[in-house]
Each structure stands twice: as C-alpha cells, then as structure tokens.
C-alpha cells in the first residue's frame, strides 16, 4: 500500500536545518524519500531538536536530534601588502607593523612564521603560538637597502584557521646609482716640459671620490664634486 508523506517539520534548536525532499510525496512500497539535516552551531553549547513526520501510516513518527557546538579561531592579518617604496642605498628605512589578531572563538594556534623570498627583508616575531580569542600581537618587519634592482618577498604564517596559510607581500625597490659624471677638468698649466707643479681644476657629479692616474703612476684620490688639486712629479 503507498504512503504519503504530508510533511517533514523541524521542532526545536534553530542551528539545525533541513533539507526536505520528502514533503507531499506518495512512496510506493520498497521505495524511499532522503531527508538531510544539517547542524550550524552559532554558540559553544549544546543544541536538540527534532524531526516530525506526518503521514498517512498514522501518527506522526520523530526523530530526536542533538549536537554540540564548538569553537573555532578565525585570523585576521593587516596590512596584507607591504611596499617600502624607492629607497637610497645604505639608508635605514622604518620597519612596518603587520598585526595578527583571532577573532573566533577558539585559541589561534600560530605555527611557523617566516619570510620567503629576497632575503634582504628582514621579520621580528612578536607572537606567541598560540593566541587566545580576541587577541592580537604583531610582527616588524624590514629590509637592508643593499644592492640593486626590485625586491620581493612574503612573510608566510602557518595556522589552524580556515584558510591557513596567510601572506604579506613584501615589496621595494634600491635606487639606481647614476655612473659619475665629469663636467668639468681644467690643467694649469695646460702643457708643461720636465717635472713641475700641475694645478688642476675640475667639476663632477654622481661620485663619492675621482682617482687621478697619471702614465706610469698609482691613481691619485680627489675629493668629487669640485675643487683644485694640486699634483706634482
């Protein structure tokens, strides 16, 4: 004899739902109808409830349902992107702050901590491993403007959240140091026969010194930028 199935009710708790396919359906004998139950805790505690099934095979027939809500940490990361700009080589730019925080409801377990990339970016950890709910803690991070070119890295952070693991990118670039520039050099006397007193006269621009370097002679260091010199035999 066929059954009808008139409704599937869910009583109790809210954080269970209900996924009903069997509502208004006739079931032929040896035939079956699904119904899923899905359980969203919004709380650490316990839930119950039940389904109730109304047919036409008499009173209704439940089913008991219980459950148990935990919690679960929940990262936040910012800034998520560091650009230190364009920076001269040898100064020493601020380190950044990037601050970790668990906004869920379960303790953050923060695992290895790390920077991959060019290795002239620099991390100092600030956190511990593990952060309770609602907690923050940060790590500075650096760089060594050595070199030359663009650098990149991320700072990369191992954890037990949803969407483990979480990056920073880092990035910057070394200003390129322009080739020196003589604008100006001037010999007085201009020509001379026999070992004298030369003096020289010069300008120039994109150098720290200027080597002189006479045939035959080791370079002689003058000061850049601009100047008289004199140079003797």
Request: proline share 8%; aromatic share 4%.
């Amino acid at each position: 004899i066929p059954i009808a199935i008139r409704q599937a009710s869910l009583q109790g708790s809210n954080t269970f739902r209900l996924q009903d396919r069997c509502s208004n359906v006739e079931l032929a004998p040896d035939s079956e109808c699904v119904i899923e139950v899905r359980f969203a805790p919004s709380a650490i505690e316990g839930a119950s409830g039940q389904i109730v099934i109304a047919s036409s095979a008499g009173n209704a027939r439940s089913i008991d349902l219980q459950g148990n809500g935990f919690g679960r940490p929940v990262i936040d990361v910012a800034p998520t992107q560091i650009d230190f700009g364009v920076l001269k080589r040898g100064a020493t730019p601020k380190p950044r702050t990037v601050t970790v925080g668990n906004s869920g409801s379960d303790t953050l377990l923060l695992r290895a901590r790390r920077v991959e990339g060019d290795g002239r970016f620099t991390m100092t950890d600030g956190c511990p491993d593990r952060l309770a709910p609602g907690a923050r803690c940060s790590i500075e991070v650096g760089v060594d403007p050595v070199g030359a070119g663009k650098l990149a890295a991320r700072v990369v952070l191992a954890h037990n959240a949803a969407g483990a693991p979480s990056e920073v990118s880092l990035s910057a670039a070394i200003e390129a140091i322009q080739p020196p520039v003589i604008e100006r050099f001037e010999a007085n006397p201009a020509t001379i026969q026999g070992p004298r007193n030369v003096e020289l006269c010069y300008r120039a621009r994109n150098a720290q010194r200027l080597a002189l370097e006479p045939a035959g002679s080791q370079p002689q260091p003058l000061t850049a930028g601009g100047g008289r010199q004199a140079a003797g035999p």
